[in-house]
C-alpha cells in the first residue's frame, strides 16, 4: 500500500503542540475504539441471523469502563492517566517527528464516526418515538408527586410524540453531517447545543446519562476544537483566515474503492437497517413495554368495592396498608395494585431496550403508590399468577381465580404476597383521558370529558 501524500509540505509543530496531540491522541484512542475484550464477547454472542435495532443500540452505546457498576467520570480518569504515560514514552522514542498531521486526520475520521454512531443510535429511538412513549393507564392514574423527577421529565415527553421525533430528527441530521468531513463542523454546531441540553437535563432531573451525554459532547467539542479558532478569527475578528486543506492522497485505485465502500457500509447498517429495524419494532409496540396480551377486554381502572382478608371484610381506608384503594388492567400483561403500602422505589433510570416481556419495567421504574404485576393467564382454571415487577420485590408472587359475573365487575380470590386469603370485587370506572380523546377528536375541534 502507498503511503497517503499531501501538498504542500506542512509546516513543523513546536514542541508543545505535539506534545499535546500525542496525549489527546491516545485519550480519544481509547476512548472511541473498543478496546476491552467483553465488548467483543457481546458482539460475537450476538444472531446475526436474527438483529434486531436492540443489539446495535448496545454495541453503539460503547465507552471504556475499567470499574463495575454504573459508569463513572473515574474512568475517564484512568484513560487520561494512560493517555498521559503514553504520551511521555512517546515523546521519548519519537523526538524527530516534524508534524502530526495525518495521524490527526485519521483521528478526527475515528472520532467523527464513533459520535455519528452514538447520535444516530438515540436519534432513531426518538424519531420513531420509542424512548418516551405514551403514558398507560397506570401512569394516568398515578398522582404526579408519586412519580421521580426523571420519570417526569420522560412522560412529559412521551405526551407529544411529534415533539420527541422532531428531536431524534435533529439528532439524525447531525449524525449524518458526520460522514462528510466538510460538514462536520456544521454537525457539532448541532450536536453541542442539542446534546448539552440532554446532559443539562439528566443532572437536572437525576438522569442516569450525564456521563455518556458528556462523552458525546466530548468527541463533539475534539471535532469543533479543529475548525474553533479559524472560526472565531473569521466571524469574531473578521479576519481573513485559510482553510485547513490537509488531505490524504491515495495514489492506487484499490484503496479509493475500498473507503468509498466501507463508508457506503457505515450508513447501509447504522442508517438503512437500524432505522428500518427500529421502525419495524415500533410498529409491534413499544419496546418500553410488554407486548403479551392482557386478560381480555379488562383494560381500564378498576374500584374496589369490597376487599377481604382471612375471611374478614375491610372497609374503604386512605391509611390502610393492606387494602387496595384501585386497580389498573393494561392491554398487556400488567397490572397495578394501588394502596397505602410502602413501595421501595426503582430508580433504574438508563436506557435499556429488553428483550424479554419480564424485563421491561419502565412502567414501575420511577413511581411509587402502586405495585406494578405481571401475569400469566391459566384460561382453564381461570387462574392469574402475578409476579411483581420492582426488582426490590423479587420472588413476590400472588395467585388469584377470576370471575367475571357482569360487564364492568372482576371478582378476584386467592393468595396475596404474604399466603393470606383474600377476596376482591372491582368494578370498572367510566374514565376518559384526554390524551386518548384529544387523539379521536383531532386537536382543533371540540372535546367533552
Do not use: C
Not at 506534545?19 to 454472542?45: C, E, G, H, T
Not at 450508513?267 to 415500533?282: E, N, S
Not at 396498608?321 to 388492567?329: A, L
Not at 398487556?332 to 413501595?343: D, G
Amino acid at each position: 500500500m502507498d503511503q497517503p501524500t499531501h501538498l504542500p509540505e506542512p509546516a513543523a509543530w513546536s514542541t508543545a503542540e505535539k506534545a499535546i496531540f500525542r496525549f489527546f491522541f491516545l485519550y480519544f484512542f481509547i476512548q472511541v475504539v473498543p478496546l476491552d475484550y467483553k465488548y467483543y464477547q457481546y458482539l460475537f454472542s450476538i444472531d446475526w441471523l436474527q438483529l434486531s435495532y436492540r443489539e446495535i443500540f448496545y454495541l453503539s452505546r460503547y465507552s471504556p469502563k475499567f470499574i463495575d457498576g454504573a459508569d463513572t467520570f473515574l474512568n475517564w480518569a484512568i484513560v487520561a492517566g494512560i493517555a498521559l504515560v503514553g504520551s511521555v514514552v512517546w515523546s521519548v522514542f519519537d523526538r524527530q517527528k516534524r508534524e502530526y498531521n495525518l495521524l490527526y486526520y485519521w483521528l478526527r475520521v475515528l472520532v467523527r464516526y464513533r459520535l455519528a454512531v452514538g447520535v444516530l443510535a438515540y436519534g432513531f429511538i426518538k424519531f420513531f418515538p420509542e424512548q418516551s412513549p405514551l403514558p398507560s393507564l397506570s401512569h394516568l392514574n398515578t398522582n404526579y408527586g408519586d412519580f421521580s423527577a426523571w420519570k417526569l421529565f420522560s412522560l412529559s415527553l412521551g405526551v407529544v410524540p411529534t415533539y420527541e421525533s422532531f428531536l431524534g430528527l435533529i439528532e439524525i441530521i447531525g449524525g449524518l453531517l458526520l460522514l462528510h468531513r466538510k460538514t462536520a463542523t456544521i454537525a457539532t454546531l448541532i450536536i453541542l447545543p442539542f446534546t448539552g441540553n440532554v446532559f443539562v437535563s439528566n443532572l437536572a432531573y437525576e438522569g442516569g446519562e450525564y456521563v455518556y451525554s458528556l462523552y458525546l459532547i466530548s468527541l463533539a467539542l475534539f471535532l469543533f476544537s479543529f475548525d474553533a479558532i479559524r472560526l472565531f478569527t473569521l466571524l469574531s475578528l473578521e479576519k481573513a483566515t485559510k482553510p485547513n486543506r490537509f488531505q490524504p492522497v491515495f495514489s492506487e485505485q484499490w484503496l479509493k474503492n475500498a473507503r468509498l465502500v466501507g463508508k457506503l457500509a457505515f450508513i447501509v447498517f447504522f442508517v438503512f437497517f437500524y432505522g428500518y429495524q427500529t421502525y419495524a419494532g415500533h410498529r409491534k409496540g413499544s419496546y418500553q413495554y410488554p407486548q403479551q396480551k392482557g386478560l381480555s377486554q379488562a383494560a381500564g381502572l378498576y374500584n374496589v368495592s369490597e376487599f377481604s382478608i382471612n375471611g374478614k371484610d375491610i372497609p374503604y381506608s386512605k391509611t390502610d396498608p393492606v387494602r387496595w384503594k384501585d386497580v389498573v388492567f393494561e392491554t398487556w400483561a400488567t397490572l397495578s395494585i394501588r394502596s397505602n403500602r410502602p413501595v421501595q422505589i426503582d430508580s433504574l433510570n438508563t436506557e435499556e431496550i429488553f428483550a424479554a416481556d419480564s424485563l421491561r419495567n419502565y412502567e414501575s421504574t420511577g413511581s411509587i403508590s402502586r405495585h406494578y404485576y405481571s401475569y400469566t393467564i391459566d384460561s382453564l382454571t381461570h387462574t392469574l399468577l402475578l409476579k411483581n415487577k420492582n426488582r426490590h420485590y423479587k420472588g413476590e408472587q400472588l395467585v388469584l381465580h377470576y370471575e367475571r359475573p357482569e360487564a364492568g365487575t372482576i371478582l378476584l380470590k386467592g393468595l396475596n404476597e404474604n399466603r393470606d386469603s383474600i377476596r376482591v370485587v372491582l368494578n370498572q370506572v367510566d374514565k376518559k383521558y384526554l390524551i386518548y380523546e384529544a387523539k379521536k377528536v383531532g386537536r382543533r375541534k371540540g372535546l367533552k370529558l
